[in-house]
């Protein structure tokens, strides 16, 4: 193929990355097919075969060294890291909670759905301390 060929296939699979968002499977296949085309340009690699396989073998390696290290660096915050954000915060109570009884707290000026973790009641105004955030509910015990 012409190195022209190979610099428009590397810029449509690159293209197609985007819209498709194929985890980077199609960009590490578009920057080789451009690396090919440009070496094709410096007139290294002559014969169809000896293309296509550098192609091949540019797509792997780049795949296999940059694929996961890009993955993780874009990768947003997971479930886990949400759960664990507030843990060791100061809420204040903003209502009498029983023991094991759900109420509400104010932590980092929001309002939230709490559970008292101790075996003591916590009244309206008391300070109280997150131990974990299970979804959109606060387990909290007396300071």
Do not use: H, Y
Not at 52 to 77: D, E, P, Q
Not at 115 to 138: F, I, P, W
């Amino acid at each position: 193929m012409t190195w022209w060929t190979w610099i428009i296939l590397g810029l449509v699979l690159l293209f197609l990355e985007v819209g498709l968002i194929s985890g980077f499977f199609l960009f590490f296949s578009g920057f080789s097919g451009i690396l090919v085309g440009l070496i094709v340009r410096l007139g290294f690699l002559q014969s169809e075969w000896s293309q296509w396989l550098c192609f091949t073998v540019f797509a792997f390696v780049l795949i296999i060294l940059f694929r996961k290290k890009l993955m993780s660096r874009l990768k947003g915050r997971t479930q886990k890291d949400f759960k664990d954000d507030l843990s060791g915060e100061i809420a204040t109570c903003r209502e009498n909670i029983l023991p094991g009884a759900l109420g509400n707290v104010e932590c980092r000026g929001t309002t939230w759905k709490a559970r008292n973790m101790s075996d003591k009641e916590m009244t309206n105004g008391q300070a109280c301390k997150v131990l974990v955030a299970e979804g959109l509910v606060l387990n909290i015990v007396v300071v």
